[in-house]
């Protein structure tokens, strides 16, 4: 869940104001989001996040209204190949499921699994959100009831029979999207009836950490923030590592490259750009990341400068095979010149990166 979202209801409850929490349960076909994807609705009509936009993102804000209004939660079916879709310019074709909740302020047993939920994604720990969605029509009044499961902690007021169904769901997800899952539980009397779960498991959003606080690093950092990545600044100068340079910034860190490489976690869903002032630093910070398993290395510099570089590492006995894996010349061509071009360049690479595409044209020769 994007930690903004978890802000954003936070501040609601602080400020005792009810909220939906708008969350695709379901797609099928062509959708613009995936499963899990969250938006928020305040009473006032305000939105933090989307799931889509356009008219069918329209649809699921009045939906979200309507149950603030009722104060309970409700489910939503959009069809994005509809008249509507097409007369606004939506072309997607699919359809999703959406799960609206009822967040309301005086419900302290989901405060708690929402501050605990932000809490353990700000330290860097992993945890599953599992919310109700469905209860057969048995009316056990359980939707939008809640399961926050920590590393050995269950937070949730559910009955047994579901805590230990989600222990095990948890074992189950290995990292990927939000999914559904039906299962029978015993009700009152020994009633069986069918509980729709929806189980995702939550982290940080993937990290750019971006060596070098120059000019190149202002627009990279506000389009990382933008599309969702954590984004970590570091720099050996106090001017150029500062908050105030970088008001978005997830993390800065101000200190040599040599002592803020080694306590920068750099593990596998971790982004590398080194723009740093000088060839020095940037050999010291390739040399240094080459050792850690990042999904993205990227290094500025003309091809000339790569290719000298590169030939000291290999004397240097790093792997030839490693060291084509860096993305240098970084960035895809796109005739970039501006620090903001240059930057979307970088950027546009390291979604391809972590996409599995290549950063072609969506254009085929031929088309219209």
């Known amino acids: 869940m994007d930690p903004t979202i978890l802000e954003r209801l936070l501040a609601a409850g602080d400020r005792r104001e009810d909220c939906a929490l708008a969350t695709i349960i379901r797609v099928w076909g062509s959708t613009p989001r995936k499963p899990g994807t969250k938006m928020l609705v305040t009473a006032d009509g305000s939105v933090c996040g989307t799931i889509g936009g356009g008219c069918g993102e329209a649809e699921v804000r009045r939906e979200a209204l309507a149950a603030l209004d009722c104060k309970s939660p409700a489910r939503h079916s959009l069809d994005l190949g509809n008249d509507l879709a097409a007369d606004e310019g939506m072309a997607c074709g699919g359809k999703m499921d959406v799960f609206i909740d009822f967040i309301s302020s005086t419900d302290q047993a989901s405060r708690e699994i929402f501050e605990k939920l932000y809490q353990q994604l700000k330290s860097g720990e992993e945890a599953s959100l599992i919310t109700i969605t469905g209860d057969g029509g048995s009316g056990s009044r359980l939707i939008g009831r809640k399961i926050l499961l920590g590393a050995a902690t269950v937070t949730g007021v559910v009955p047994g029979e579901i805590a230990s169904l989600a222990r095990t769901l948890q074992l189950q997800t290995g990292g990927r999207e939000a999914w559904l899952t039906a299962c029978p539980v015993a009700g009152d009397g020994q009633k069986t009836y069918q509980v729709e779960l929806l189980v995702e498991s939550c982290a940080l959003p993937d990290e750019v950490i971006i060596l070098g606080g120059g000019h190149i690093s202002l627009p990279l950092s506000r389009m990382a923030g933008i599309l969702g990545y954590r984004c970590t600044v570091a720099d050996d100068r106090p001017s150029f590592a500062s908050r105030e340079r970088f ?63 590169m030939d000291q590492m290999v004397e240097e006995g790093f792997d030839p095979e490693r060291l084509n894996s860096v993305f240098s010349p970084i960035g895809l061509d796109i005739g970039a010149e501006t620090p903001e071009e240059i930057a979307l360049s970088i950027m546009a690479e390291i979604v391809a990166v972590r996409r599995g595409r290549r950063g072609g044209s969506l254009k085929r020769s031929g088309d219209l």
């Open 247 to 309: 008001p978005g910034a997830y993390r800065i860190v101000c200190e040599n490259f040599d002592t803020a490489l080694k306590g920068l976690d750099i593990g596998p869903s971790t982004c590398v750009v080194i723009v740093t002032r000088g060839h020095k630093h940037d050999r010291y910070c390739l040399r240094e990341a080459l050792k850690r398993p990042a999904a993205y290395i990227g290094m500025i510099g003309s091809r000339r400068k790569v290719k000298s570089l």
